[in-house]
């Protein structure tokens, strides 16, 4: 009598499978057969199979078309003779005694399932294989007496690990128990696994393993289609329903491990990339789940993530726009680097999440981050201060680094670039389509990406101009030799004088610094090798003058044939562009929205008084283009008269006030301040009658005139920038670099303070986010704003949810009070469960530590090791309490 059929589904496993079937012939009970069933493998399985059966004659070969593991093990049931079956992967092994020792404990044959534990074994790279003994089913308890789950739920907890079980062929039949057939592995072990389990009228267990379970990153069973764990879930408490299982403690144990498979596969797998794919499966897995059953019996993060995910919010959208903006450095990044389109790309996220949530943001940023521990350029995603409402993510170690001035002394480092080009494509394929890339910056890419409109014909690409890095590779239009503003006919000498001043040849060491930045500084790293697989050697190589051009000329032929449309901050920003070969139909106007506005006075503030108060928000003093230098000159040349009648404020970081209040003696009073943030300049502005913008460059709007206009402080304003345009009126203006002019300008004023107010007639006020984002939205080509709509149980679980939060979260994460004082006592009863909980737990790390720690570290790409930080945050309940 054959006693164990032992099924071996094999699909392209030759690799492993002689050592698989020289395990299984060589088991010490002898009544076994073995099918062998073939799934249309490609590579050399089935000739192994055949040579192996032509040795034994136990040994059954079922030869098919590919149709997938569950239809391969269903065809091995078929042709099984035994009074038991058992399975074996066909990547595994067993020890030779498993099923003498299986079989020994089915009590002559009335047990229904008998099961085994498993060691998790390492493939390592000297040929030798680490076992690890799976400490998953630790607290079940190996009890001689056969069982059900209502007995012993826990072993419901952990992998369903089938191979490690027998189970009796005529109790399989009797309860019609097959395996589901899907395409592929299909993760079909999970039903028959709730199946086989439910079913049975005994069980026996032993904690003693007897197989040998390939823990293989690459092997056939790594890799699933991202509803996998989703479908599976919701198979097993189909058969919970279909078997009527609805106990407590057995729920318990199932949520469990519906809650491990969604944070598992959530990150393991990256969801996030396919989110709008995903989620419909995981919203159908979640709404079986009973939320009471969570709630009374998991922890408090366990629950946090059973509503994260089950919330009905994002479900109101099923389809969303997605739209990818670009700068060179992360909108939130600490240290404010990048400036005002830092700031502009933070409110206009802010602004597409409050007006349009039915908009998918992503951010990315190249250039700013680098890691020395890394060879290689990569993206990854990063955490910010919108959470998951906008997907930020960076590119690592791009070959061209940000900002602009990197590449002063070698401008063709950015002109082309193949690595960071793939790296920029993948990204979109990866987590596209998107409707619109609006980039921000050219910064930190090569011009070579703009190419990629091609790749991507139905992907709006729109560039804003917020500096003239297209034009010139300062980014200023400043001819720092000249001391002027540049003009499209300059020529490659200018571009090297100009570069000249204050030119850095220490850029490699700039990148190592930047790089070890991000490694804490720490670790031995060859950084010659780190410079030479980017080549940033070059950025210290001077190149030819004539390549300047040949920059400037690549860039906006780049953007003419690329970009569906292209943005200018400001009219003079567009007519520079114009006159630097951008074409004309191709480029509009759209001033930027700022969030000041939103609180702006729309009248002079300051009061009266007998002295006219004028500010400058300046910085550094020596800043030629900011106009320091300009404004100090000319306010020196002043005649005693009329400066005597003016009150001067001025800001700086570097200025030396002595010298800077002996150039001023004419002035009625000078108050120097050293340094101030975007809050100070409420006190710093509350008397000031009228700013003074005095930039020498062409400023494309400078946000300190922004800030004074939108405080109530009308500004004089160089003819220079778009800081012009805040006022249409002549009287406000005075041609940029004329000492003479600006004073006439102030002169006036001084004469006549009550005509600064006429600022206000000539002034159309300043343009909010949410007005800006309407035009952009015309220019995104958003579709219109849907309707969401809430079902009655949707609407029940989102009450749900808000309470959770509120309970939980609310009060500064405290309890909140309750009148009903049983509520109240109850609450913190479980709030003193929950801290013997973590007690308990964290004991169970010490002991755990070493046995996790090398799991971890060999699989820390795989699925078990995130299934093992699952593990952690199981209920104290399914702990077992002692």
């Known amino acids: 009598m054959t006693k164990v059929s032992i099924i071996i589904p094999i699909y392209n496993e030759e690799k492993y499978l002689e050592e698989c079937l020289e395990s299984v012939i060589g088991q010490t009970l002898k009544e076994i057969e073995i099918i062998c069933v073939n799934d249309g493998s490609t590579d050399n399985s089935m000739n192994i199979i055949q040579k192996f059966a032509d040795q034994d004659s136990r040994i059954k070969v079922v030869d098919k078309p590919n149709s997938g593991y569950g239809n391969s093990m269903n065809r091995g049931l078929e042709a099984a003779t035994g009074e038991y079956i058992g399975v074996v992967e066909s990547d595994d ?83 019609e128990i097959k395996f589901k057939e899907v395409k592929g592995a299909g993760w079909v072990d999970n039903p028959f696994f709730f199946d086989t389990l439910c079913c049975a009228k005994k069980i026996k267990w032993t904690k003693e393993p007897f197989y040998c379970y390939r823990k293989n990153p690459a092997s056939s069973s790594s890799g699933y289609d991202l509803a996998l764990p989703f479908e599976r879930m919701l198979d097993n408490l189909d058969v919970l329903k279909k078997r009527n299982f609805n106990d407590e403690a057995i729920l318990n144990f199932a949520y469990a491990r519906a809650l491990m498979y969604l944070c598992g596969a959530m990150e393991e797998k990256h969801y996030d990339q396919k989110m709008d794919y995903a989620r419909p499966y995981m919203y159908r897995m979640l709404k079986e789940i009973n939320s009471n059953v969570i709630t009374d019996n998991f922890h408090l993060n366990d629950q946090k993530n059973y509503w994260k995910y089950v919330s009905p919010l994002k479900l109101l959208i099923p389809q969303r726009t997605k739209i990818l903006l670009y700068n060179w450095v992360p909108f939130d990044n600490p240290g404010h680097v990048g400036g005002g389109v830092t700031t502009y790309c933070r409110n206009l996220i802010a602004t597409i999440l409050k007006e349009r949530p039915d908009v998918q943001v992503y951010f990315l940023s190249s250039g700013w981050a680098y890691d020395i521990s890394s060879k290689k350029c990569f993206v990854r995603k990063v955490n910010n201060i919108f959470g998951e409402r906008c997907r930020s993510f960076e590119i690592v170690n791009s070959p061209v680094p940000a900002a602009q001035e990197m590449l002063l002394n070698n401008p063709t480092v950015g002109i082309q670039n193949p690595v960071l080009k793939a790296q920029f494509a993948d990204f979109v394929k990866k987590y596209g389509p998107f409707s619109n890339i609006h980039f921000n910056n050219m910064e930190g890419l090569s011009l070579d990406i703009f190419d990629l409109k091609k790749e991507f014909p139905d992907t709006r690409f729109i560039y804003s101009i917020h500096n003239y890095a297209p034009f010139c590779m300062t980014g200023f239009y400043f001819q720092r030799h000249n001391h002027c503003n540049c003009s499209p006919d300059h020529t490659p000498q200018d571009c090297m004088k100009c570069t000249n001043i204050g030119r850095n040849t220490h850029r490699r060491k700039d990148m190592i610094d930047r790089a070890r930045f991000n490694v804490g500084n720490a670790g031995d790293y060859d950084e010659f090798s780190w410079i030479e697989a980017f080549d940033f050697s070059r950025l210290d190589n001077l190149t030819d003058e004539k390549e300047y051009i040949r920059f400037s000329q690549t860039a906006v032929k780049a953007l003419n044939q690329n970009m569906d449309i292209i943005l200018a901050v400001s009219d003079k920003v567009r007519k520079i562009a114009i006159e630097n070969g951008i074409e004309e139909q191709k480029i509009k106007t759209d001033y930027i929205g700022t969030k000041i506005a939103d609180y702006q006075v729309r009248t002079s503030v300051a009061p009266d008084s007998q002295h006219l108060k004028i500010c400058f928000l300046g910085t550094f003093i020596g800043y030629e283009e900011k106009g320091y230098p300009f404004l100090l000159n000319a306010l020196q040349n002043m005649d005693a008269k009329h400066a005597s009648k003016v009150d001067i404020v001025l800001t700086t970081r570097d ?84 000492e003479k002019d600006f004073r006439n300008k102030l002169i006036y004023f001084v004469e006549n303070p009550e005509r600064i107010k006429e600022f206000w007639n000539y002034h159309n006020g300043l343009l909010t986010m949410k007005e800006h984002f309407e035009n952009l939205s015309e220019i995104y080509g958003l579709p219109e704003k849907p309707e969401g709509k809430v079902s009655l149980e949707d609407y029940a679980l989102l009450l749900e949810e808000n309470e959770f939060l509120y309970r939980n979260f609310g009060n500064n994460n405290s309890i909140s009070k309750h009148s009903d004082p049983e509520r109240q006592n109850e609450l913190f009863v479980r709030q003193n469960e929950q801290l013997v909980s973590k007690e308990q737990e964290i004991r169970r790390l010490k002991e755990e530590r070493d046995y996790l720690q090398y799991s971890i570290d060999e699989t820390r790409k795989s699925f078990t090791y995130k299934i093992g930080r699952a593990v952690t945050l199981v209920p104290r309940k399914l702990r077992g309490e002692k």
């Open 93 to 175: 092994r067993i020890m030779e005694y498993m099923y003498e020792k299986l079989y020994s404990m089915t009590e002559k044959g009335i047990v229904d399932v008998v099961k085994g534990n498993f060691w998790d074994c390492f493939d390592e790279a000297d040929g030798s294989v680490t076992k690890i003994v799976n400490r998953e089913r630790e607290n079940m308890p190996d009890v001689e007496d056969s069982f059900t789950i209502r007995e012993y739920p826990y072993i419901l907890w952990g992998h369903p690990s089938i191979w490690s079980a027998i189970y009796k062929r005529e109790f399989l039949i009797k309860n």
């Open 655 to 738: 200025g030396n006030e002595d010298l800077m209040r002996q150039q001023l003696s004419k002035f009625h009073s000078v108050t120097i301040i050293h340094g101030y943030t975007h809050k100070d300049l409420r006190w710093i502005l509350k008397d000031v009658h009228l700013g003074i913008i005095p930039v020498m460059w062409e400023d494309n709007l400078p946000q300190i005139a922004i800030e004074m206009v939108a405080m109530g402080v009308p500004v004089l304003c160089s003819s220079f920038g778009g800081a012009s345009e805040l006022c249409h009126s002549d009287r406000f203006i005075f041609q940029g670099g004329d």
